[in-house]
Structures are given as structure tokens and as C-alpha cells.
């Protein structure tokens, strides 16, 4: 399978525990995607990667969440001192942005958190 | 005002109807428009890519993209029960692929 792999699937924590995503893109995309889902409603962006730099936060992102892309191949997105507020399922997407500007966004299957 | 609007549905249908699902928008800059597929905690499939306006077809799939009146919709021929799940648009501004705007989902039943 060469899809968007994410680790683990799910995840229950106990509040003011921190917790770490992992996603593995498509092969050769550069550009990665965090988003994050609760039920009954759309996708919200968090942050995005361009190879390994980060390059849009949004303000949904507070402090307590870090992203990082080291090498331009996985990321990791680590929550800090969970808040039962955080329990969303965390997408991570990725896409290779190509010359004549199509950019098609390919999602993996997300990692539930459940902060209890 | 949501820049993306989609109505939640839920839609129940017989299997083998015609399916329409419809969003609407607010910002007329948006260049790029997408349908994405999504059972029960999965994630988003990609099913349908459109740039600018007009019209894509992808088997039993159509999507149509209609700028003028800020509109688009996509139908779903002879429809299966697999089909079942929530449909979302999403859309995005040109050059701009990092932030998609999503519409909220319709949630669609296809019944034996």
C-alpha cells in the first residue's frame, strides 16, 4: 500500500497526558498536511510542510501542539498536557506540488484521539 | 456566513437513483473544487477534482462546477448501497493547496 499511512490508529489518553502522531506521506509528495476532524463537521487545517519547512500554522494550533517533518519524509504532531477538548480524529494528507500548479490532496485514514 | 455551504442531509435513497449532492460558496476566488468520499472514521477519499468551471465525468461520477452562480454539485448514477457515506466538497484558492475550505458533509443512505 503507497497511501498515506498514519500511527497509531487510535488513541485514548488521559487528560494532561502528552500524545504523538506519526504519518508517513505518499512516496516523493513534498508537501504535508495536518488536519483535524470532529464528528459532523468538515476537515479544519492545522499546519502544513514543504519538504521539511513548516510553513502555516493555524491559529487553531496553540502551543501545545508541535509539528515536525525533519526530513522532509515523515512527521510527527505531539500534543502537550491533552485536554479533553483535543479528542478529534487528526488527519495527516500529503501532495506533490507540480509545475502546471494541480495539486490534488490524498488524506490518510486519521488517528483517533479520545482524551478521557 | 460559512464561505463553504452544504446541507447535512441525511439523504436516504433506493438503490439505482440518482444521486445530487450540492454545495454552495461565498468566495469567488476559489479556483479549484473537490469532492472527497468519507465512511465512518476513515479518512477522505479524493473522488472527484475539478479547476475553474464546467463539467468532469468518472464512471457513474459527474461533477459540475458552475462559477457564475457559485454552485457545485456532484451526481451519483446508479446508485449502490457501497456508496453509502458522507460526501464532502472542498475547495481551495489558486496556486493555494494548503488550506482546503470544506463544506460540512452530506451524509448519504443508499437502501437495498
Known amino acids: 500500500d503507497t497511501g498515506v499511512s498514519q500511527d497509531p490508529r487510535h488513541k485514548i489518553t488521559k487528560r494532561g497526558q502528552n500524545v504523538t502522531f506519526r504519518c508517513d506521506p505518499i512516496?516523493?509528495?513534498?508537501?504535508l498536511y495536518w488536519y483535524r476532524q470532529t464528528l459532523g463537521q468538515g476537515p479544519e487545517f492545522l499546519t502544513y510542510?514543504?519538504?521539511?519547512?513548516?510553513?502555516?500554522k493555524s491559529r487553531l494550533l496553540s502551543d501545545r501542539f508541535s509539528a515536525e517533518r525533519p526530513k522532509g519524509s515523515f512527521s510527527t504532531l505531539e500534543i502537550q498536557r491533552t485536554e479533553q477538548g483535543d479528542s478529534a480524529m487528526y488527519l495527516c494528507?500529503?501532495?506533490?506540488?507540480?509545475?502546471?500548479?494541480?495539486?490534488?490532496?490524498?488524506f490518510g485514514e486519521g488517528s483517533w484521539l479520545t482524551v478521557v | 456566513q460559512k464561505e463553504v455551504e452544504q446541507d447535512p442531509g441525511p439523504l436516504s435513497v433506493p438503490e439505482g437513483a440518482i444521486v445530487s449532492l450540492n454545495c454552495t460558496y461565498s468566495?469567488?476566488?476559489?479556483?479549484?473544487f473537490m469532492w472527497y468520499r468519507q465512511y465512518s472514521r476513515k479518512g477522505p477519499e479524493l473522488l472527484m477534482y475539478?479547476?475553474s468551471s464546467g463539467n468532469k465525468e468518472d464512471g457513474r461520477f459527474t461533477a459540475q462546477v458552475d462559477k457564475s452562480s457559485k454552485y457545485i454539485s456532484l451526481f451519483i448514477r446508479d446508485s449502490q448501497p457501497s456508496d453509502s457515506a458522507t460526501y464532502l466538497c472542498?475547495?481551495?484558492?489558486?496556486?493555494?493547496?494548503?488550506?482546503?475550505?470544506w463544506g460540512l458533509g452530506t451524509s448519504l443512505a443508499v437502501n437495498p
Open positions: 494528507a500529503s501532495s506533490l506540488v507540480e509545475t502546471d500548479r494541480r495539486n490534488t490532496i490524498y
Open positions: 512516496s516523493e509528495h513534498n508537501r
Open positions: 510542510f514543504q519538504n521539511e519547512a513548516q510553513l502555516e
Open positions: 468566495n469567488s476566488a476559489f479556483q479549484y
Open positions: 475539478t479547476y
Open positions: 472542498a475547495m481551495s484558492l489558486a496556486g493555494n493547496n494548503r488550506k482546503l475550505i
